[in-house]
């Protein structure tokens, strides 16, 4: 009995450091179960965030355009952001995100989600669901397609301008996008674009550019010599388009930390939403005030569009600025909006709601200013701006062309002055009011 009793401490002794490492080993578990389901949180939150964006853009343009094609921009819009859910399913997701590759090129399958009740030994526990990562991914594509809608607004044909957005969302934007994010060559250089200033918005901007050369001017845009405004036919509904994309924008930005499981974490996203809102508000004022100087009076458009831009800018480095940062560079975005658009006027480049000084010019801005707070090198970044803008438009600008002599994208002269709603789809945003 002695005996016994003197083994006993002995043996607990002896368990004590298993015991020890049994407790660690569940802790890291149990950590890992957080940091996943937190993580996962993120994704989804941000992400029904930026499917908002979608009812944005759709209220933008609709209220940018004339009365007389507003239906036909909320048709685009729906169905442009249907087709970019399925293509990013079918090809898209797997081709930016491929694992190991060349660097350069890889086209990958149909996405499959986590098995119904996934066991925890089975699940990505470092990083988050498979779904709410594709979602998360997804609403970004369609973002990418609804900037070319509003600049080719009021005289492109609706089947042609849906199979561009097939090919922009299953295969352009995915390979670009793996360029970066999916671990391709322009990472591997040290390129920073942290929620996509360049990857997303001024792709954006390169395919709306490309599609507004082959498109040309609308009708009685520029004569004589003379910039002749088309009025859109509802500002209350452009204003109310941008507080939203204002809004989905903390999604777009916060859920590209890409984690939310530590306290640091947390914080970051935090600190991401504040300089995301800086930058609008700066951008938004600088237009107020440039275009007061410049036209002695405000121009609501461009304060609009000068808010979009200011989120445009901060987007490639959300996280690193000071607020004051956020704010530098946002009004240097909202200045950057009144300077394009009466130079893309004098070029006679008809952009209905200004998504290429919005998206591209300042995406192109936001990007050079990640060497301010980032690590990047003027260089690289500069490497990144030129690559993404030779692949999107010379790549939109071919395909362009195919659909122009093929099909045809331009809507017949009559069309056109008659309005898209009738001559497209038969029927009226507003069959009340008269034609505007």
């Not at 996405?111 to 669901?129: N, Q, R």
Request: charged share 10%.
């Amino acid at each position: 009995m002695n005996l016994m009793k003197s083994l006993i401490p002995a043996a607990a002794i002896v368990a004590l450091p298993q015991m020890g490492l049994a407790q660690e080993a569940a802790e890291g578990e149990a950590a890992l179960h957080t940091q996943y389901i937190f993580t996962t949180l993120l994704f989804l939150m941000a992400g029904f965030l930026v499917f908002f964006m979608a009812a944005g853009f759709a209220m933008l343009e609709g209220g940018l355009v004339r009365s007389k094609n507003v239906a036909m921009q909320m048709t685009k819009n729906i169905a442009l952001f249907s087709i970019a859910a399925i293509m990013y399913w079918l090809v898209g997701f797997n081709t930016m995100y491929p694992g190991d590759f060349n660097g350069f090129f890889a086209l990958g399958g149909p996405t499959v989600l986590d098995p119904v009740g996934v066991d925890p030994a089975e699940a990505a526990l470092d990083y988050a669901s498979i779904g709410s990562d594709f979602f998360f991914q997804l609403v970004f594509v369609a973002a990418t397609a609804s900037i070319v809608s509003g600049a080719v607004a009021e005289r492109i044909k609706l089947w042609p301008f849906l199979i561009f957005v097939v090919v922009l969302t299953g295969i352009m934007y995915p390979i670009s996008g793996s360029w970066q994010w999916g671990g391709g060559w322009l990472s591997e250089a040290g390129f920073s674009d942290f929620a996509g200033s360049t990857i997303v918005h001024s792709v954006g901007g390169w395919a709306a550019l490309a599609g507004c050369l082959i498109l040309g001017p609308r009708i009685g845009k520029y004569k004589d010599g003379k910039v002749h405004p088309m009025p859109g036919s509802n500002l209350a509904l452009a204003t109310l388009g941008t507080f939203i994309l204002w809004l989905g924008w903390f999604g777009f930005n916060g859920g590209s930390q890409l984690a939310m499981g530590t306290v640091g974490d947390v914080s970051d996203v935090s600190r991401i939403f504040a300089n995301t809102n800086m930058a609008a508000a700066s951008g938004a004022v600088a237009a107020l005030l440039m275009t007061q100087i410049m036209y002695k009076k405000p121009d609501l458009t461009m304060v609009l569009n000068g808010a979009l831009a200011g989120l445009v800018s901060i987007t490639a480095e959300p996280l690193a600025p000071t607020l004051f940062g956020a704010l530098w560079i946002g009004a240097v975005g909202g200045i950057i909006v009144v300077l394009a658009v009466p130079m893309l006027d004098k070029f006679k480049i008809d952009d209905v709601v200004g998504a290429i000084p919005v998206h591209l010019c300042a995406g192109i801005w936001g990007t050079i200013a990640v060497i301010f707070y980032g690590e990047a090198s003027l260089v690289t970044q500069l490497t990144g701006i030129v690559a993404y803008g030779v692949f999107t438009f010379v790549g939109a600008l071919i395909l362009w062309t195919i659909l122009k002599a093929t099909m045809g994208i331009r809507v017949s002269e009559e069309d056109e002055i008659n309005g898209l709603d009738m001559a497209e789809l038969g029927m009226e945003a507003y069959p009340e009011f008269s034609k505007g």
